[in-house]
């Protein structure tokens, strides 16, 4: 029997089916730009990788063209064959504290939060309609970017805000990125040989989108995200934590809309804002002393610490710092530049360990560090398929 994960982020799907018992990957693949002319497919199976220029107007579309690939490649040959589908749904509001098996009224509550992430949860719903609508019987999980931090003491969950836009509105830090916190939290144990119950970690995933997560004992204390993933961290076009009233500020005095100030906010600031570029391969080869690109990569670098900072007194006792996400896992120098003057905290990395690929797990602090350091490239797609499993087994608690 296999597990389909799909993984749909506002214009791609990523998916990969994976054999149920072992978890390894039968196939996987890419669907970007959806809804544009420039829409594509990316898809691996064995050794064979086909990659095509396709028309993909909509979520559902994507959907049905993976499953007319996977039957037309013989990879299955009835649908009966696939246990359950995994979906990646980025908000679960303040219901879901884990994943769940989709039905009418779990459905309801995932348009209910609409409102609360509307680039990502449309798309989610979309991916989730089509296969309803293809495979009637086939059984459906919803895994949440925020139920791992749906813990979270009151403390750090609430905004300072008046009780009422609490329980009555729902406004509140719920976190994001939680299957992957929660994927390289695991991992690290078996690094340390320590039980999840007894380890305290700071995660950073960061890649375009960014987020810490103080984990302590295996639970989400803290994280940098908020009620939306545009808290916390810079971002690649996100700008993370800004002073509110430079909105009223932008709107009131300087004739922006509101829907102006949101696209500038989530999609035109960030890396992309500072510098006009949001990959951090080019941003890094263009930096020198004063310019606009080493001004960025400062800025980025600075309030990675100043979490890294607060986290250090939120846990009080720290294992090991984890880094992770496309720039987290890739650039040794990002993550050289973050741990750089943490003597303090007794952070001190081990250039030549720094140094490695991250295309695998390794560590990279020096014997005289207590805190550990990590990289642990994250795997979204196996911890959804991890969790399907346990939900359609009956086995999560
Ligand atoms: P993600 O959103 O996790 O895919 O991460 C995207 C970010 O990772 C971009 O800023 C890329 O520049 C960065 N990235 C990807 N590959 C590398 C690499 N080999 N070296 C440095 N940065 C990388």
Redesign the pocket.
């Known amino acids: 029997m296999k597990i389909l994960v799909i993984n749909s982020g506002s214009s791609s799907l990523k998916f990969k089916l994976f054999n149920m018992h072992e978890l390894s990957i039968l196939c996987s693949g890419l669907l970007e730009n959806i809804g544009s002319e420039n829409s594509s497919l990316r898809f691996h199976y064995q050794d064979k990788i086909l990659e095509k220029k396709i028309s993909i107007p909509e979520h559902n579309e994507a959907l049905y063209i993976l499953f007319d690939l996977i039957f037309e490649e013989g990879i299955l040959v009835d649908i009966s064959e696939v246990y359950g589908v995994g979906h990646r749904v980025v908000h679960g509001g303040n219901l879901f504290s884990k994943a769940i098996e989709i039905n009418e009224e779990v459905l309801k509550s995932l348009e209910d939060f609409i409102p609360l992430a509307p680039l990502h949860n449309p798309a989610n719903i979309a991916g989730i309609h089509a296969l309803s609508k293809k495979a009637p019987k086939l059984r459906q999980v919803a895994v949440f970017d925020t139920a791992f931090h749906h813990n979270m003491p009151e403390y750090a969950s609430r905004y300072a805000l008046r009780d009422s836009l609490y329980n009555e509105d729902k406004i509140q830090r719920y976190g994001f990125h939680g299957t992957s916190h929660s994927f390289v939290f695991k991992q690290v144990c078996l690094h340390l040989n320590k039980e999840p119950s007894l380890t305290n970690i700071i995660s950073l995933h960061l890649?375009?989108?960014a987020s810490a997560c103080a984990i302590k004992k295996g639970v989400s204390v803290d994280t940098s995200m908020g009620m939306t993933p545009l808290e916390g961290l810079v971002m690649?076009t996100r700008c993370g934590d800004i002073d509110p009233s430079i909105i009223f500020y932008l709107h009131r005095h300087k004739g922006y809309s509101i829907d102006e100030i949101d696209t500038l906010l989530n999609k035109n600031s960030g890396l992309l804002g500072l510098c006009g570029n949001?990959?951090?391969?080019s941003i890094l080869s263009q930096a020198k002393p004063g310019n606009k690109y080493q001004l960025a990569i400062d800025i980025f670098v600075y309030r990675i610490k100043k979490y890294i900072g607060a986290y250090m007194a939120v846990l009080e006792d720290v294992d090991a710092i984890v880094f992770t996400?496309?720039?987290g896992e890739?650039?040794s120098e990002i993550r050289r530049k973050v741990c750089e003057g943490l003597g303090i905290l007794s952070i001190y990395i081990d250039e030549n360990q720094n140094l490695q690929e991250g295309t695998k797990e390794f560590s990279f602090h020096s014997k005289e560090s207590s805190i550990k350091l990590f990289v642990i490239p994250t795997n979204e797609e196996l911890e959804i398929a991890l969790q399907t499993k346990e939900v359609l087994e009956g086995l999560s608690e």
């Open positions: 890649g375009n989108g690649g949001n990959d951090i391969r996400g496309g720039i890739n650039s």
